[in-house]
């Protein structure tokens, strides 16, 4: 049986950091800290719930880390550009290797699977938009554990979906705390490392391989 590639979608298939590109005109040179801040303030939202046992929509946690931010820094924008910015998360572009990257995997036998903390709906219409839908035999989304990733049953709902087992399982994505909580689970795991400063957490924990793109991870993966 072919192995099964699970890969995280906001960060890992399709990029974020889009966003900032709407905050420019409001924030101006303060676009980039503010988006990262925002970022990093969404996945703690989403850590939280997941430990209050206190789920909810990721869509929820974005708007929320948000209206936390702006609170907190005093910043410009009113309650209708809150909800633009955050309508802005369902526009997203592919990452400029997915598309070649994913036909490649999937030329070579691979299984596909989208692997994410946003509803299936939400990602659904992400990956519609984006063009990358197509690649994928189905959407594998946390609503239905009622939990984020890193949590351990997330990883067990994925490996439920695939029908793989652990070994056979592959989760790419270029966030740490994603390899991390898929290592923790048996899995195995390709880090996509996006950026020339992203760092692994130092838990002693690699990622069984390393790209810097999906066109790599095409060319290197052992299948």
């Keep these: ?26 924030l101006a040179g303060e676009a980039e800290g503010f988006y990262r801040r925002w970022r990093d303030k969404q996945l703690e939202y989403s850590f939280r719930r997941g430990l209050m046992g206190a789920y909810v929509d990721f ?3 974005t708007r929320e880390a948000l209206a936390y931010l702006c609170a907190a820094e005093q910043a410009p924008l009113d309650e209708q550009v809150q909800q633009q910015l955050c309508d802005a998360w369902t526009r997203l572009p ?12 999937q030329q070579r ?13 939400a990602v659904n219409a992400l990956l519609e938009q984006a063009g990358l839908a197509d690649f994928f035999r189905e959407i594998v989304s946390v609503e239905a554990v009622g939990n984020f990733k890193p949590a351990p049953a997330v990883y067990q709902y994925l490996l439920q979906r695939t029908g793989s087992a652990a070994q056979a399982t592959w989760l790419v994505s270029s966030n740490s705390f994603d390899i ?5 689970a048996g899995l195995r795991s390709v880090w996509v490392k996006r950026a020339a400063t992203a760092v692994l ?3 002693g924990i690699d990622a069984d391989l390393q790209v810097s793109d999906l066109r790599q991870l095409a060319e290197r ?3």
Aim: proline share 6%; glycine share 10%; with cysteine.
């Design 180 to 184: 991390l909580g898929a290592a923790h």
């Design 94 to 105: 592919a990452f400029a290797d997915s598309a070649a990257g994913l036909a490649q995997l």
């Design 109 to 121: 036998g691979a299984q596909l699977y989208a692997f994410s903390n946003g509803s299936h709906a």
């Design 221 to 223: 993966w052992p299948g």
């Design 201 to 203: 957490d130092p838990w």
């Design 1 to 26: 049986m072919s192995s099964s590639l699970a890969f995280d979608v906001y960060g890992t298939l399709i990029d974020p950091s889009d966003v900032i590109r709407q905050l420019r005109p409001r």
């Design 59 to 61: 869509a929820q946690c």
